[in-house]
């Protein structure tokens, strides 16, 4: 791991909070915009809280492989919190800093704008939205997309 930082970031005058975990040198300012972005889409989360960890490849295998069977490494992972819980808590997002550094240079888009569709595909699947099949995948892309295409305008 090469760095460690623990940031609290508050969007909107308290409205959405969320607490990042850097292992990695990532830019901040895509996943704060990408939380903003989806304030604007998705008003109910409002007084919401999530964390994120930005990690490398080795790290997300093994979260990934502990938790969802899946023995490789994976750009992002979700777990969602408890819905029925009153604390607001919507749940985790798991982004690989170097898949994201990877997926850009192929995509031939910046790591920053990689980073913050992972987040927003993140934070998709913690409010429910799943890409299990080929009708639910083609509407969260949409969504994402959508989202995406608001923070670069």
């Not at 099949?133 to 994402?144: A, F, L, T």
Request: with cysteine.
């Amino acid at each position: 791991m090469e760095e460690k930082k623990l940031l609290k970031i508050t969007i909107s005058e308290n409205i959405l909070h969320s607490t990042c975990i850097f292992q990695h040198k990532a830019p901040l300012p895509p996943i704060k915009n990408a939380l903003t972005a989806c304030l604007k889409k998705f008003p109910n989360l409002n007084n919401k809280s999530l964390s994120i960890l930005v990690t490398s490849d080795n790290e997300i295998e093994k979260l990934n492989s502990q938790y969802l069977n899946h023995h490789c490494a994976t750009d992002v992972l979700s777990f969602p919190g408890n819905p029925a819980e009153e604390s607001g808590y919507i749940g985790d997002i798991v982004i690989s800093y170097e898949t994201t550094v990877t997926q850009a240079t192929e995509w031939k888009v910046t790591p920053e704008e990689e980073l913050s569709r992972l987040t927003i595909h993140g934070i998709l699947h913690l409010l429910g939205y799943t890409d299990y099949n080929e009708k639910d995948r083609k509407n969260m892309h949409q969504i994402q997309e959508e989202i995406l295409l608001s923070l670069l305008l």
